[in-house]
């Protein structure tokens, strides 16, 4: 197995950059761009405007903006002498052009120099393959750090929301199945049209209003109790928080869990090794529970890697719903305020997300049936 999950990631590395390729291409496309976020304040002078164009490196070419935020600009230009200009660069080119004689030696003026030293300073970023993803344009701080710090939200969250969706989600197939043709099969059915037709906005504005303002027995939102301390209880002692958008995200996942458990397990109980234990007496307990679950897990390991990736990667709806200090908000905020590092980090942590969770789908297919092999 350990090979093919090599080989899994090997082959995932070009996939990764394509995703890449085309994310930076549609942040250089937006309208505005860093600058028009940057220069939100219409009292920057046209010539201040101009120097942060090339400070940033916008007006280059876009395979080199591409190649500077994917593997870094200290290896396309530093200073070899010391005296804060860009001599060893590959190339250079300040407000009036290119200024390099034969020898890729400067040649340059007081005030040229100056603008060179303010404008192309030896390359300090490492690339986001390095881990570098640039400052945040809104935090003005690292955007790496702007996601991790609310990365334990997601994943506490996302987690929960999983186990309780996985669980009931199976429960309510299993008996469905069971009870097949009854009263419980018959409702768990119409339950999960109505859970899959209603909207997650929808479904967490009506919870809040009927147990957070006419009950008022759940708070409206947030993570914990608004303190002067930054950090959060405890989560055994803000379980309360966590009830209504655990609630909204497992519905559709038992909504759908189940609608799949239960097909599966009708199609199961018609093989012929199930009427083989039949015939030789075996209960219907051990019947369903050993023989006919275990085959029956198989289209759930399909869906459960993209489940894991879509709660980790942020429900940005419901985390917006229940203002819950996550990834998924945080990205809708960096979109509307136009923080583009912070964007592009939430995309390509997405990404990798979404490609390991399909890794973990195929592997469960080996732990759930060992006949399936990996050669």
């Not at 300073?121 to 344009?137: K, V």
Request: proline share 6%; charged share 20%; glycine share 10%.
């Amino acid at each position: 197995m350990s090979k093919y999950i090599i080989r899994r990631l090997l082959q995932a590395f070009p996939i990764f950059i394509g995703i890449t390729i085309l994310s930076y291409g549609l942040m250089a496309i937006t309208p505005g761009g860093p600058v028009e976020a940057l220069a939100f304040n219409n009292r920057m002078k046209p010539r201040e405007k101009e120097e942060l164009i090339y400070k940033l490196g916008i007006n280059d070419p876009l395979p080199v903006q591409y190649l500077r935020w994917l593997l870094g600009d200290d290896w396309m230009r530093w200073d070899s002498d010391g005296d804060g200009i860009a001599d060893g660069a590959v190339f250079f080119i300040d407000l009036y052009g290119p200024v390099l004689n034969d020898r890729g030696k400067p040649t340059i003026d007081e005030a040229t120099g100056e603008a060179l030293r303010q404008l192309l300073p030896p390359g300090d970023q490492r690339g986001i393959l390095r881990g570098d993803f640039g400052n945040s344009i809104y935090f003005k701080r690292a955007a790496l750090d702007v996601l991790v710090e609310r990365l334990p939200a997601t994943v506490e969250l996302g987690m929960t929301a999983l186990i309780v969706g996985v669980v009931l989600g199976i429960s309510v197939g299993v008996l469905a199945a069971v009870n097949y043709g009854g009263w419980f099969d018959q409702s768990s059915r119409i339950g999960a049209v109505i859970v899959n037709s209603i909207p997650n906005f929808g479904l967490g504005l009506l919870l809040l209003l009927f147990f957070g303002s006419t009950l008022q027995i759940l708070p409206l939102g947030g993570r914990c109790r608004t303190t002067l301390d930054p950090t959060c209880p405890p989560l055994p002692e803000r379980l309360e928080y966590l009830i209504l958008p655990t609630i909204v995200l497992a519905a559709g996942a038992v909504a759908g869990y189940s609608r799949i458990m239960r097909s599966s397990m009708l199609d199961v109980v018609s093989e012929d090794y199930i009427r083989t234990a039949r015939a030789k007496g075996l209960g219907d307990r051990a019947i369903w529970l050993r023989h006919g679950m275990r085959n029956a897990f198989i289209p759930i390991a399909t869906f459960l890697g993209p489940s894991i990736t879509f709660l980790l990667s942020g429900a940005a709806i419901t985390e917006s719903v229940f203002s819950w200090p996550g990834v998924g908000r945080q990205a809708v905020n960096a979109v509307v305020q136009r923080d583009f590092p912070v964007v592009m980090i939430v995309v390509i942590y997405a990404s990798i997300a979404n490609i390991l969770g399909y890794l973990i789908s195929d592997i469960l297919y080996g732990i759930i049936d060992p006949r399936i092999g990996y050669n």
